[in-house]
């Protein structure tokens, strides 16, 4: 593969480093029988704090379908429970539950142990100036959760 233009391009390296890190979630998820998607849904949820169906479609990029079988798959296994929102019965709400914020507490623990051996040739300075420029490249003017 000829790979001339690429090395310079940012995109094509952040893209790298997504696929590389994806190995370790898919290990992750493995490890709570879960599916990548539904371990990232975990982890977006706010404790305590119900979110509509539709705000973690958008979270995810996906559309209601896809949503749909997340979400039943993490309520067969206790993570969460969905209501109708009161006020319109057509939103469907979903919150933790107990257990779904135990182990979203475990796998967000556990985060830092699937890091990518690229990252400790990083100094202290290089992870914190890493840490400013995904934190400006996430912000959103309109955040989703």
Not at 29 to 47: A, G, W
Not at 80 to 93: C, N
Request: include cysteine.
């Amino acid at each position: 593969m000829n790979n001339a233009g690429l090395n310079d391009n940012v995109y094509w390296m952040l893209l790298q480093v997504v696929f590389r890190a994806k190995h370790g979630l898919m290990r992750l998820s493995e490890q709570h029988d879960l599916t990548v998607m539904q371990l990232y849904t975990l982890c977006i949820m706010n404790p305590k704090k119900p979110i509509p169906m539709n705000t973690i479609s958008c979270a995810l990029s996906c559309d209601a379908s896809n949503v749909t079988g997340i979400v039943d798959r993490l309520l067969s296994q206790g993570y969460i429970v969905r209501e109708e929102k009161p006020e319109d019965r057509r939103v469907k709400m979903i919150t933790l539950t107990a257990e779904g914020e135990k182990i979203r507490y475990q796998i967000l623990g556990a985060l830092s142990e699937y890091q990518l051996p690229e990252y400790q040739r990083l100094s202290s300075e290089q992870l914190q100036q890493l840490k400013a420029i995904l934190s400006t490249l996430l912000e959103s003017p309109t955040p989703i959760l």
